[in-house]
């Protein structure tokens, strides 16, 4: 009895074995989310918080500028 490569068993066993490849790959995949997520909340947090500050900043230079608009006239 020689190997078909076209049997149905044949087939089926590659197919499982590219799918056990695959498996692997997708849980280096999730390793690497898993890492980079916390990463990326950290950059979030560090946006907001910068924006804030901006936002604070620029309602204090509109408020001098205001001010000293006023005071000018």
């Known amino acids: 009895m020689s190997y078909d490569p076209l049997t149905i068993d044949a087939q089926l066993s590659a197919i499982l ?3 056990d ?3 692997t790959a997708l849980e ?3 390793a690497q989310c898993i ?3 916390g990463r990326v909340s950290m950059l979030e947090s560090f946006k907001n918080e ?6 604070v900043l620029a309602a204090v230079i509109s ?3 205001a001010w ?6």
């Open 17 to 19: 074995t590219r799918m």
């Open 21 to 23: 490849a695959q498996d």
């Open 28 to 30: 280096q995949v999730l």
């Open 35 to 37: 890492k980079t997520n």
């Open 50 to 55: 910068l924006r804030g500050k901006v936002a």
């Open 63 to 65: 408020a001098i500028t």
């Open 68 to 73: 000293i608009i006023k005071r000018n006239v």
